[in-house]
């Protein structure tokens, strides 16, 4: 059964920093694409960054580049989200997303974790 647990949310100050992690299982973890989608307060959901199966590509909205960064580890069958420079307005769920097997060239998402959330105040 596909399992995605996050962890690493908390309660940062504004430019502090901060590590998501997600412990993938019940798939071939590296043989698809990771994401990281959040979901502000009273907001809709909202696209972060996506990584290649072996790490060597990555994506990032335009919101978070240049302070975020996604990795993986297959070994460990991990997701990471390392977060810098954080702002109020980061302020939100992170989920951990599994891309579904591809149709037609179209990529979608069949499975969510549970969400972590992450709350930027002074």
């Known amino acids: 059964q596909v399992q995605l647990v996050e962890s690493g949310g908390g309660l940062v100050q504004p430019g502090g920093s901060l590590r998501l992690s997600c412990a993938a299982s019940?798939?071939?973890?590296?043989?698809?694409?990771m994401y990281w989608i959040r979901q502000a307060p009273g907001k809709g959901l909202e696209w972060v960054s996506g990584?290649?199966?072996?790490?060597?590509?990555?994506y990032y909205g335009d919101s978070v580049k240049g302070r975020f960064t996604i990795s993986r580890d297959n070994a460990k069958n991990t997701l990471y989200l390392e977060i810098n420079s954080l702002k109020y307005e980061d302020t939100a769920v992170y989920y951990c997303?599994?891309?579904?097997?591809?149709?037609?060239?179209?990529?979608?998402?069949?499975?969510w974790g549970q969400g972590t959330q992450v709350t930027v105040s002074s």
């Open positions: 990584i290649s199966l072996d790490g060597g590509r990555a």
């Open positions: 019940g798939f071939t973890f590296s043989s698809y694409w």
């Open positions: 997303v599994k891309a579904a097997p591809n149709v037609a060239g179209m990529t979608s998402f069949d499975y």
